[in-house]
Every structure is written in structure tokens, then in C-alpha cells.
């Protein structure tokens, strides 16, 4: 069984995806934490705004010795 979406939730992910983008494109590539600190949203907000992004083949991932940067493609 698929659960259903909040319209609310989606839009807000899709307006922090934004604000993610903009960030990304301004400050080029990031660790994830410091994306997570530096984006003015909740935590979970912003990964699922980076998950919004890749699905939609936004962003790229380099993994490091010990940490995840993303950066725009």
C-alpha cells in the first residue's frame, strides 16, 4: 500500500529543493553537513530536498575519506 503525500509537505520540500539549488550554485560543492547546517531549514527538509534534486538529475555526489560532498551537475 502506496501512502499518500501531504500537498503541503511536498511544497515545502520543493521550496527548501529551491533554496538548495541556490545555495549549491552560489557556494559550487558542499558536504552534506554543512549543506544541512547552512540551508535556513530543518535537517530532514533540506536531504529531502537533495533527494528531490537527484531524482530530478540535479546534483552529484563525491564521496570522500569522511564525508559526502553534492554539488550541481
Do not use: C, H, N
Amino acid at each position: 500500500m502506496e501512502a499518500e503525500l501531504d500537498p503541503a509537505r511536498v511544497d515545502s520540500i520543493g521550496t527548501v529543493a529551491g533554496s538548495v539549488w541556490r545555495y549549491l550554485s552560489e557556494s559550487g560543492p558542499v558536504t552534506l553537513s554543512r549543506l544541512a547546517r547552512d540551508v535556513a531549514a530543518p535537517r530532514d527538509l533540506v536531504m529531502q530536498a537533495v533527494g528531490w534534486l537527484a531524482r530530478e538529475d540535479k546534483v552529484e555526489f563525491q564521496e570522500g575519506r569522511r564525508s559526502k560532498t553534492v554539488s550541481l551537475k
